[in-house]
């Protein structure tokens, strides 16, 4: 499985994002029974969760989020998504996502929130 963010930019205090994740050489029957999950990461930090969709599209979040990000998931095109509204500069990090139990990790998205 190959994962790979996208979606990741520079953005001001309030604004908003929208990132993507796509498990390329999976099939879609493969990957519609795991729960999908996004990370962040900061330098000198450990990677920390961020939000998850199970299978039956049921959610969560870290506290942290809650509120402002959204979690979605398109099956059929094998990618999971990142609706983050409302950010803020403790926003800032590497976003990945992986499945759960997880995977390899792939190359994440760079998100920069100015104040």
């Known amino acids: 499985v190959q994962l790979q963010a996208s979606g990741g930019g520079l953005v001001q205090a309030g604004g908003s994002l929208r990132l993507s994740c796509r498990a390329s050489?999976?099939?879609?029957?493969?990957?519609?029974?795991?729960?999908w999950e996004w990370y962040r990461q900061t330098p000198g930090k450990q990677r920390e969760f961020v939000a998850a969709?199970?299978?039956?599209?049921?959610?969560n979040y870290a506290d942290s989020v809650k509120g402002r990000f959204t979690i979605s998931r398109d099956n059929s095109q094998k990618k999971v998504y990142l609706q983050m509204n409302s950010l803020e500069p403790e926003d800032t990090a590497v976003y990945y996502c992986?499945?759960?139990?997880?995977?390899?990790w792939g190359q994440g998205t760079l998100v920069t929130v100015s104040s």
């Open positions: 992986n499945m759960n139990p997880p995977g390899h």
């Open positions: 050489r999976m099939i879609t029957s493969v990957f519609s029974p795991y729960t």
């Open positions: 969709i199970t299978s039956a599209r049921n959610t």
